[in-house]
């Protein structure tokens, strides 16, 4: 392996894999850096990253079944720059607090704390994260490596986490979080966001976009991005007449719609609509459709619309009635720039 320039010193990559671990929470990020590595040996120059895998005991099987095999023994000490790699498991995992989980949380505390609250003790520290993959972040927790710290992770765990570690400012709805040295995501895919994003802040948004053009990411996410998008939001019912109704906002938002023209593709009264939409998905039908322009201004204006064009396309009917429905949802105003990527996923 040629040796690193001391410009850009190799990182060590330890991914912990604890019993059950998401396959994909391994599987994406690892992808992304092996893409990093590949492009730079296509280019001559040494890698940039080292990938281990290790744990609290040598084999163990992934979510899917696939074992997990010749594992290294978690390390007493971390000799170079490295980011800690903690992928999460299947809900059904987590009320077994195993003796493996046990044994990780505590290397954690001994390893991380000192790096995650700013004390590094070595060198290399000043390099070193803790980066976190869906319920890797509740482990994390356990270890005591949250409190006071911004964090996320899987939107079906947050009050888990919240119970947890009560003085963590956890955070809603949001792709990936960074505070520091740690680094946390709402999982699964949301992982490839994460490394993608530590990628670009380690070897430049080229690699990073690059890695997501080889790895056919079709977007790559921000940290201000919500975890749940408009489109999936308020979706989690089973009634046919609301779900034919959101179908149709969302196939043309900028259709000049009113209540009327919304109950008739129901084929309800306006009134029975707008009970049906309050009980089973939680919104009004025109705070749903006000939920979903305001998304797809946001993402105009995010790759360079103005903001009359942004309100055109996504149907409101002036410039001003799309600042005032952002300023209600988001506070600020789209025509600021700072504030148009930094509400949007809140």
Same mark, same amino acid.
């Given at each position: 392996m040629p040796k690193p320039s001391p410009r850009s010193p190799l990182i060590d990559v330890l991914f912990v894999i604890v019993p059950h671990a998401l396959l994909l929470d391994i599987a994406g990020p690892a992808e992304a850096l092996r893409l990093v590595n590949l492009r730079c040996t296509d280019r001559g120059q040494p890698p940039r990253f080292r990938l281990r895998f290790a744990g609290p005991v040598p084999q163990t099987?992934?979510?899917? $079944? !696939?074992?997990?095999? *010749? !594992?290294? =023994?978690? =390390?007493?000490? !971390?000799?170079?720059?490295?980011?800690?790699?903690? =992928?999460?498991?299947? &809900? *059904?995992?987590?009320?077994?607090v195993t003796r493996p989980i046990i044994d990780t949380a505590k290397w954690l505390n001994a390893t991380m704390r000192s790096t995650i609250q700013g004390r590094p003790s070595r060198a290399a520290a000043a390099r070193d994260r803790l980066v976190t993959i869906c319920s890797g972040t509740l482990l994390a927790a356990r270890a005591g490596l949250v409190d006071q710290r911004r964090c996320t992770t899987h939107h079906d765990l947050l009050q888990q986490l919240r119970g947890l570690a009560p003085r963590a400012h956890v955070v809603d709805n949001r792709v990936y979080v960074v505070d520091g040295a740690l680094a946390s995501s709402a999982g699964i895919t949301a992982g490839i966001d994460l490394m993608l994003h530590l990628i670009a802040e380690e070897c430049g948004e080229a690699m990073a976009a690059g890695v997501a053009e080889d790895m056919v990411v079709y977007l790559r996410r921000s940290s201000n991005d919500p975890e749940m998008s408009p489109f999936l939001a308020h979706r989690r019912h089973l009634h046919g007449a609301v779900h034919k109704v959101q179908n149709a906002i969302s196939a043309e938002p900028e259709r000049n719609w009113d209540m009327a023209s919304l109950a008739a593709i129901g084929h309800v009264t306006e009134r029975h609509l707008l009970r049906l939409f309050l009980s089973n998905a939680g919104v009004s039908p025109l705070n749903y459709l006000r939920a979903i322009r305001l998304e797809l201004a946001r993402e105009s204006i995010d790759h360079g619309a103005s903001v009359s064009r942004a309100a055109e396309m996504a149907g409101f009917t002036s410039s001003?009635?799309?600042?005032? *429905?952002? &300023?209600?949802?988001? $506070?600020?105003? =789209?025509?600021?720039?700072?504030? $148009?990527?930094a509400t949007a996923g809140s």
């Amino acid at each position: 392996m040629p040796k690193p320039s001391p410009r850009s010193p190799l990182i060590d990559v330890l991914f912990v894999i604890v019993p059950h671990a998401l396959l994909l929470d391994i599987a994406g990020p690892a992808e992304a850096l092996r893409l990093v590595n590949l492009r730079c040996t296509d280019r001559g120059q040494p890698p940039r990253f080292r990938l281990r895998f290790a744990g609290p005991v040598p084999q163990t099987r992934a979510s899917v $079944g !696939l074992t997990l095999a *010749a !594992l290294e =023994p978690l =390390p007493r000490a !971390l000799s170079s720059p490295t980011w800690v790699v903690l =992928p999460g498991q299947p &809900s *059904a995992q987590l009320p077994h607090v195993t003796r493996p989980i046990i044994d990780t949380a505590k290397w954690l505390n001994a390893t991380m704390r000192s790096t995650i609250q700013g004390r590094p003790s070595r060198a290399a520290a000043a390099r070193d994260r803790l980066v976190t993959i869906c319920s890797g972040t509740l482990l994390a927790a356990r270890a005591g490596l949250v409190d006071q710290r911004r964090c996320t992770t899987h939107h079906d765990l947050l009050q888990q986490l919240r119970g947890l570690a009560p003085r963590a400012h956890v955070v809603d709805n949001r792709v990936y979080v960074v505070d520091g040295a740690l680094a946390s995501s709402a999982g699964i895919t949301a992982g490839i966001d994460l490394m993608l994003h530590l990628i670009a802040e380690e070897c430049g948004e080229a690699m990073a976009a690059g890695v997501a053009e080889d790895m056919v990411v079709y977007l790559r996410r921000s940290s201000n991005d919500p975890e749940m998008s408009p489109f999936l939001a308020h979706r989690r019912h089973l009634h046919g007449a609301v779900h034919k109704v959101q179908n149709a906002i969302s196939a043309e938002p900028e259709r000049n719609w009113d209540m009327a023209s919304l109950a008739a593709i129901g084929h309800v009264t306006e009134r029975h609509l707008l009970r049906l939409f309050l009980s089973n998905a939680g919104v009004s039908p025109l705070n749903y459709l006000r939920a979903i322009r305001l998304e797809l201004a946001r993402e105009s204006i995010d790759h360079g619309a103005s903001v009359s064009r942004a309100a055109e396309m996504a149907g409101f009917t002036s410039s001003l009635q799309l600042r005032r *429905a952002w &300023s209600r949802h988001w $506070g600020g105003s =789209p025509s600021d720039s700072d504030v $148009g990527r930094a509400t949007a996923g809140s």
